[in-house]
């Protein structure tokens, strides 16, 4: 329980709660399409460890040494780019599939934002399964809710904005909500796209053996949901 210094990014889907405001065969193949989407999310950046899976979102973390702070706003960079790339790809890919159901189709309507900051953690493992601990984690939970104007963007804190800001492209907003127990934070915003320094390879178009890939495991991975026999928490575990 030794407090270090860690790097905390938060993967959130918007939209996530329209959504999963369907009928029970939509909400099945919703909860397994979210599912592979925070999956997908987390594959992309294998130097973040995840935390937990919570709900529609995705909580990585990685300790921080002594000779990252100045690499650490690019890192924050490129890792949402990863995952935003990712996420889009693979969000085409579901909405593409042969299923007509609106849990498959309206994903094309869920976009994704990060929020990062640096700071003191305690770590311990339950069940082969890190945990973190701490006012800094309450932090970036907290800030979650803001009032950024951007569907898709990039959240730091202005203790890790100043860190490395120079890393940032695009045009930067500031933002300061007022947190329940921290008062008015001060924190900075891009939007995601901004944030890739060359331009970006097109998003492949869905091939037929992807389309029906996806429809097949959205059918079989969503029947346990519907005979009630699996939860939200295992399925995004699974993805």
């Given at each position: 329980?030794?407090?270090?210094?860690?790097?905390?990014?938060?993967?959130?889907?918007?939209?996530?709660?329209?959504?999963?405001?369907?009928?029970?065969?939509?909400?099945?193949?919703?909860?397994?399409?979210?599912?592979?989407?925070?999956?997908?999310?987390?594959?992309?950046?294998?130097?973040?460890?995840?935390?937990?899976?919570?709900?529609?979102?995705?909580?990585?973390?990685?300790?921080?040494?002594?000779?990252?702070?100045?690499?650490?706003?690019?890192?924050?960079?490129?890792?949402?780019?990863?995952?935003?790339?990712?996420?889009?790809?693979?969000?085409?890919?579901?909405?593409?599939?042969?299923?007509?159901?609106?849990?498959?189709?309206?994903?094309?309507?869920?976009?994704?934002?990060?929020?990062?900051?640096?700071?003191?953690?305690?770590?311990?493992?339950?069940?082969?399964?890190?945990?973190?601990?701490?006012?800094?984690?309450?932090?970036?939970?907290?800030?979650?809710?803001?009032?950024?104007?951007?569907?898709?963007?990039?959240?730091?804190?202005?203790?890790?904005?100043?860190?490395?800001?120079?890393?940032?492209?695009?045009?930067?907003?500031?933002?300061?909500?007022?947190?329940?127990?921290?008062?008015?934070?001060?924190?900075?915003?891009?939007?995601?796209?901004?944030?890739?320094?060359?331009?970006?390879?097109?998003?492949?178009?869905?091939?037929?053996?992807?389309?029906?890939?996806?429809?097949?495991?959205?059918?079989?991975a969503g029947l346990p949901y519907?005979?009630?026999?699996?939860?939200?928490?295992?399925?995004?575990?699974?993805?």
């Open positions: 329980m030794a407090p270090t210094h860690g790097l905390l990014l938060i993967a959130d889907i918007g939209g996530y709660t329209t959504y999963m405001s369907t009928h029970r065969m939509s909400l099945a193949h919703a909860e397994v399409n979210t599912a592979r989407l925070l999956g997908t999310v987390i594959d992309a950046v294998p130097g973040l460890e995840l935390v937990e899976i919570e709900g529609d979102a995705a909580f990585l973390y990685r300790e921080v040494g002594t000779s990252d702070p100045d690499q650490l706003v690019e890192e924050v960079a490129r890792a949402a780019s990863a995952m935003h790339r990712a996420f889009h790809v693979e969000r085409q890919y579901v909405a593409k599939n042969l299923c007509p159901c609106a849990g498959c189709k309206e994903v094309a309507d869920l976009s994704l934002k990060f929020v990062a900051h640096v700071g003191e953690v305690a770590t311990q493992t339950i069940r082969d399964r890190l945990k973190l601990v701490g006012i800094d984690v309450i932090l970036v939970h907290r800030l979650l809710k803001n009032t950024v104007p951007l569907r898709e963007y990039v959240l730091l804190t202005e203790q890790l904005y100043r860190e490395g800001s120079p890393a940032l492209t695009g045009v930067v907003g500031e933002v300061e909500p007022d947190l329940e127990g921290f008062g008015p934070v001060k924190a900075y915003y891009v939007a995601v796209e901004s944030l890739r320094t060359t331009s970006p390879e097109p998003v492949p178009a869905p091939t037929w053996r992807g389309r029906l890939t996806r429809t097949a495991y959205a059918a079989g519907m005979l009630g026999r699996k939860g939200r928490g295992r399925a995004a575990a699974a993805g």
